[in-house]
């Protein structure tokens, strides 16, 4: 009983800091065209159309997304409903499964998909997750990071090496990491 006091009390704190509503997400072709541009400067071999289409979903499906998850609140508010039951769908891991899932159905011949994980730094103990795209044959750290939990929704992306937040690493490289962690306590 206390716990869920606790719980409630978190969430209502949270909901009272995050001092504006969620405002939908639009869609400017100007960002469409940065991101494609910055796709394509991913190296000679990236198709201008596969880059302007990856772009489009990356923008488009980030904006579908925060509408099927009902995003309303900051991030961490949200991360907080979804922990309490009280929204579905809309962490970090989901936003990056559900882009992901998308970008890969549109089988690119010079575009590959990767999935990203940055363990927590400091105290705060919260592993984030992403999606990133990168040039066919190159690793993850290559690539761009397409990050639409960050903004809530609204697409949040840079070269994977200048996101000066997180220290990203292979999904499956930090879930064995994390295995045998748990692993070595019992």
């Excluded at 949270?14 to 960002?31: E, F, K, T, Y």
């Amino acid at each position: 009983m206390i716990r869920v006091f606790k719980s409630a009390l978190a969430l209502l704190m949270l909901a009272l800091i995050s001092a504006c509503a969620h405002q939908p997400v639009n869609v400017d072709r100007a960002d469409v065209d940065l991101l494609a541009q910055e796709i394509r400067s991913l190296g000679p071999e990236v198709d201008p159309e596969e880059a302007q289409r990856a772009a489009r979903i990356a923008y488009g499906y980030s904006a579908q997304l925060a509408q099927e998850y009902d995003i309303t609140d900051p991030p961490l508010v949200h991360n907080a409903k979804v922990n309490a039951g009280i929204k579905d769908r809309g962490l970090c891991y989901q936003w990056a499964e559900d882009i992901e899932a998308r970008l890969k159905q549109e089988n690119f011949q010079t575009l590959t998909m990767h999935r990203a994980i940055a363990e927590p730094r400091n105290g705060f103990r919260v592993d984030h997750s992403t999606a990133i795209i990168s040039r066919r044959g190159d690793g993850f750290q290559d690539g761009i990071v397409l990050d639409p939990w960050r903004g809530a929704g609204e697409l949040h992306w840079m070269p994977t090496l200048e996101d000066a937040r997180y220290d990203w690493e292979a999904r499956l490289e930090v879930l064995e990491r994390k295995r045998r962690r748990l692993e070595a306590r019992n």
